[in-house]
């Protein structure tokens, strides 16, 4: 049976673990530089800067949710920004996956945000396809911007 729950503080190494899984899936296990205590301050301050859902079979952990809310000036209300998804792999294709997202939908809902979002990478078609199979659409007209490390101390800085 799948149990859904929110993460403890005991959980940090494992969400960290996970983390890295992930980034090495996605083939950027160079770029996570997250440690346990910056994970454990951004998920456990007051207010917390994310949350996450630690999903477990049989009492042992096999996948990740971390989210957070972002804001719509379009629609007024917060939404629900899903960072990472995880599941291990030996927990691939139990349904795992599924109840995540299923309980982040029913958070967005009983919290009152109007959209529940994530990306995908282009590449991914698997997930792309499990995410159509929930009920997503895959937004094609939009593309993720970022600015970090030199640029975005560079651009902050410039007149």
Do not use: H
């Not at 991914?124 to 490390?149: H, L, V």
């Amino acid at each position: 049976m799948i149990a859904i729950r929110f993460a403890t503080p005991a959980d940090v190494g494992t969400i960290l673990q996970f983390v890295r899984e992930l980034a090495i899936y996605e083939r950027a296990l160079e770029q996570v530089v997250a440690t346990e205590a910056l994970l454990e301050q951004a998920l456990f301050a007051v207010p917390p800067a994310a949350e996450a859902l630690i999903a477990e079979v049989d009492g042992a952990p096999v996948g990740l949710a971390l989210f957070f809310y972002n804001f719509s000036t379009w629609t007024g209300w917060r939404g629900l920004y899903l960072e990472d998804l995880y599941v291990s792999p030996q927990a691939r294709g139990t349904g795992v996956g599924k109840a995540l997202l299923k309980r982040l939908a029913q958070i967005a809902v009983e919290r009152g945000c109007s959209r529940f979002e994530w990306a995908v990478l282009d590449w991914n078609t698997p997930a792309q396809e499990f995410y159509k199979a929930m009920g997503a659409t895959i937004m094609g007209d939009w593309r993720i911007c970022r600015m970090s490390g030199d640029a975005l101390t560079t651009f902050a800085v410039a007149p």
